[in-house]
Each structure stands twice: as C-alpha cells, then as structure tokens.
C-alpha cells in the first residue's frame, strides 16, 4: 500500500538498478505498511565513497520534497543512496531507522540492519542478516502483468526463457558472449523441442541482443528492453524451462521460484583492476585469518573504505550445495522462510524507532 501523502512510516529510495530497486519493492509491499517511494538522481559526486561524502546532499537529489515529518524506517541499497538515507536520518534527529539490502559501501556501524546474500561475503555482526536468496515477490505477491503477443500462439511449445543480463562486475556480455548464448540456446531447444522466449534487462547491450538474434537456429521471439509492454511476469509463469545468465542474482532467483527447470549460462569474465585487487586481498585474508593482511581487510570494509567483494560463484555455489538446481530442490520453500526471518527482524527493527 503505497499513499499519496508523505506521512507514511516508510520511504523506499530507488536508484538507478532495476533489481535492487525490485527487491526493495518487494520488501515494502510485504511489510504490509503504508510506504512512500522517492526516486533519487546522483551527480558524479556520487562515485565516491560515502565515508567521504558524509551525510550531505553533495552527490543526489530527488524532485520531490524531503521533509517532517520523517520516516519511522528507510528502506535502501546501493552505495550511491547512503548519503541520502544518512542525511534523511540527521534531519530526524536519528529516530530514523536505516534498512540496508545487498552491500552498502559503508561502514556497517551506520545501519540498524543489513539484508545481504552470498555474493557479497559480509563479516558476521548483529546488524547483518545472510539470507541465501534475495527478497523477491512470491507467486501471491505478484504484480499484474502484460499478455504476451498474439505472435506467441505460433511458437510451438515447450517454451524456454532466456533472461539476458549484461556488465555487471566482473562479467560482460561481448560479442563473444552474445554468439555463446545464441547457440546454447538453440542447442538446449533443438534437444527440448519447441522455441525460445529472448528477454533482455536494463544492462543488456542493444549489440549483443542483435548477435543473439541473427545467430538463433531455433524458433524464438526477442525483446529488447524497453520496446513494447514489458513481458517479464509473463515470461516467468507461461514458459517451461529457463536459462538465466550468470550476472543477474535477482533473474536467477526469479526463475527457481517458478519450481521450473533452470540452466546457468555462465557470462565472460573480465575483471578490472579494482576488482582484481580487492579480490586477491580479500583471498589472502581468508587463507590467513588473524594475520595482519586478515585485520586490514576487516578494517577497510568496516570503515567503509573497501566494499565487500561481489562473488556471484559464492552464490552459484551456496544455490548448488542447497540443492535448488535439482529437480526434487525447494527453492520455494527456502524463500519463505527467508521471507518471514526478513520481515520479523525488520519489524523489530522499526518497532523500536
């Protein structure tokens, strides 16, 4: 439920990543508690980290007002939102509580809780809560959405579902990528039978969508992000099976709540140098633990001058010994209970602003 007014007890902040800003839809819908949306613009201030940036209004703004009276909790992710959710808890006085999903970029001290997964490798504390899938709506919760075409009746069926991601550090979907995935994909079809459902994300380059679509050998339909309806929800309850590319955590998690067959399709790797760095160092501190490169480690990422490393493999691994890849997997049943251990702890959480 979502009002018009801003006294709602919850304000929501979305940035500029459609998946994160899905999961904290999510999680607002579900609290079951009135909860304003505010979309946040970042200048390129906002690269910086937020230890640097304080608890300003240097590197966003929002188009609509901020002000009393302010939010009992603030639902946020990201690095680029910290400023803004700190400054929205000083002009509180510091009643407000701080709601933090995936990493914050941040030192860990500043937040009243943090819900992460695998990927991103958080050190134990108090305030964080590992979940091993990311929030999503269940089947319940689930949004209206838009029939597909009326070209669809001449697909044959069984239907598979490509969801297609694109850069995410440190996987990049190249030309090389695109041309892997388009015979993947049609070799995964010409074995099942029937025909393919293409469906690109915000980060999916228009290029490596037009190589998927020329190098399919396969019956299919492609759709590019953001021409036409979006067929998303669709996709996810009419097709049978699905391949999901490997850069995408909330796709992949997505997909297994169907209880349908799902293929990962692993993307190229190309890491940069900061990347690189701060994975070699994180490795060397879990081989060493207690030495003096462990304790640096720990120390840059609780004053948030480090990030956590994002391993999607942690994930991939984490879902594979889970067993949710396996036909007789319970993704379903895994996330509900995550669901209600979420909702329960951030309800303590704001019950005590």
């Not at 091993?132 to 069926?157: C, G, Q, T, W, Y």
């Not at 979006?230 to 996810?236: E, F, I, K, S, T």
């Amino acid at each position: 439920m979502e009002p018009e007014t801003n006294t709602a007890p919850i304000w929501v902040l979305l940035g500029a990543k459609h998946g994160d800003n899905q999961q904290l839809l999510a999680i607002a819908e579900a609290l079951n508690l009135p909860f304003r949306t505010i979309a946040l613009q970042f200048n390129r201030l906002a690269r910086q980290a937020p230890v640097l940036l304080g608890a300003s209004r240097l590197s966003w703004h929002s188009d609509v007002p901020l002000e009393a009276p302010w939010p009992r909790a603030l639902l946020a992710a990201g690095r680029k939102s910290v400023p803004a959710a700190r400054w929205i808890r000083q002009q509180s006085g510091g009643r407000t509580r701080l709601i933090h999903v995936n990493r914050p970029w941040a030192p860990l001290a500043w937040f009243d809780l943090i819900v992460s997964t695998p990927q991103y490798a958080l050190p134990e504390r108090p305030n964080v809560l590992a979940n091993l899938l990311p929030f999503a709506r269940v089947p319940k919760d689930a949004m209206p959405h838009a029939a597909l075409p009326i070209e669809s009746a001449a697909l044959p069926r069984p239907w598979t579902g490509v969801l297609v991601g694109g850069k995410s550090r440190p996987f990049v979907l190249n030309d090389n990528g695109a041309a892997d995935l388009a015979k993947t994909v049609s070799a995964l079809v010409r074995k099942t039978g029937g025909s393919a459902w293409i469906l690109g994300s915000p980060r999916t380059p228009s290029a490596a969508m037009q190589i998927v679509e020329q190098d399919l050998t396969v019956p299919s339909h492609v759709v590019r992000w953001g021409q036409g309806e979006n067929l998303y929800g669709a996709v996810l309850d009419l097709v049978d099976s699905f391949v999901v590319t490997s850069d995408s955590a909330s796709m992949l998690t997505d997909a297994l709540l169907t209880g349908r067959p799902v293929t990962r399709f692993e993307l190229p790797l190309e890491p940069d140098l900061k990347w690189r760095i701060a994975s070699a160092w994180r490795a060397a501190a879990l081989h060493s633990p207690g030495s003096m490169i462990a304790r640096s480690f720990e120390a840059a990422v609780n004053i948030g001058l480090l990030s956590s490393v994002r391993d999607l493999g942690r994930l991939h691994r984490a879902l594979n010994e889970a067993g949710l890849f396996s036909p007789d997997g319970q993704p379903r049943e895994l996330a509900e209970s995550e669901r209600r251990r979420t909702l329960d702890r951030i309800a303590r959480v704001i019950e005590g602003a």
